[in-house]
Every structure is written in structure tokens, then in C-alpha cells.
């Protein structure tokens, strides 16, 4: 079992840049993949990025990519998002996700459903 807990939120404005963290306890950190996902009120829950274990392949939705990246440091059990250009639509709370077994294909990786753990979220919001 993992938990999981982001940090790194808060107020930015339009253009600027965040770096959010999701650090984990227990054991093992290194064979999970890990995803963010961001909700605002009244909608689903949304695919971000995601990293898989060992070397690392990343997969992004098309609305963050080019301007977000995620990373990770198995040393520190952390995963990282690095958030550049950002935009008043990016404002929600992000959630990490641990995954305990790598998805039957990579069709699964957007899915809420393939993922095991979940932290609490952290608020990113953007002024205009």
C-alpha cells in the first residue's frame, strides 16, 4: 500500500509557472506508476499526465502538453508536475494516482478506474 500526498498549489497568474509534488510513504515507490488528474466543481475528474515505472515513458493529455511535465525521483519517493504557461483553464485541484500494475494497455492510462491510490489534491488556481 502507498500513500500519497501533493503539495505545491496556490495562486498564480496567467503565464506564470507551478511545480506540484506528490510524495509517498511505503514501500516500493519505484514499481508504481503514477498519474495527475485535475477536477473542478461540478465535473469529472480529468486525465493530466503520467509516468510509468523504471525508465520513466510519459503520457500527457493534449491540453498540457508542451507546457507540462511530469517527473519523478524514486530515491525521494516523489513525482513531480511541473506546470509552465499556465492558463485561468488550468485552475482545479490536482491529484496524483499510484497504479500497482502497469495498465493491459495504454488505452487504460486516462482511466480514474486503473488507478489504485489516490492523495487528497492540492488547489492550483489562475488569474487572468
Known amino acids: 500500500q502507498v500513500q500519497l500526498v501533493e503539495s505545491g498549489g496556490g495562486l498564480v497568474q496567467a503565464g506564470g509557472s507551478l511545480r506540484l509534488s506528490c510524495a509517498a510513504s511505503?514501500?516500493?515507490?519505484?514499481?508504481?506508476?503514477i498519474a495527475w488528474f485535475r477536477q473542478t466543481p461540478g465535473k469529472e475528474r480529468e486525465f493530466v499526465a503520467h509516468?510509468?515505472?523504471?525508465?520513466?515513458?510519459?503520457w500527457y493529455a493534449e491540453s498540457v502538453k508542451g507546457r507540462f511535465t511530469i517527473s519523478r525521483d524514486d530515491a525521494k519517493n516523489t513525482v513531480y508536475l511541473q506546470m509552465n504557461s499556465l492558463q485561468p483553464e488550468d485552475t482545479a485541484v490536482y491529484y496524483c494516482?499510484?497504479?500497482?500494475?502497469?495498465?493491459?494497455?495504454?488505452?487504460?492510462?486516462?482511466?480514474?478506474?486503473?488507478?489504485?491510490?489516490w492523495g487528497q489534491g492540492t488547489q492550483v488556481t489562475v488569474s487572468s
Open positions: 511505503g514501500r516500493m515507490f519505484w514499481t508504481y506508476a
Open positions: 509516468i510509468s515505472r523504471g525508465a520513466g515513458g510519459t
Open positions: 494516482a499510484a497504479d500497482r500494475s502497469p495498465p493491459a494497455h495504454y488505452g487504460l492510462v486516462p482511466l480514474i478506474s486503473e488507478y489504485d491510490y
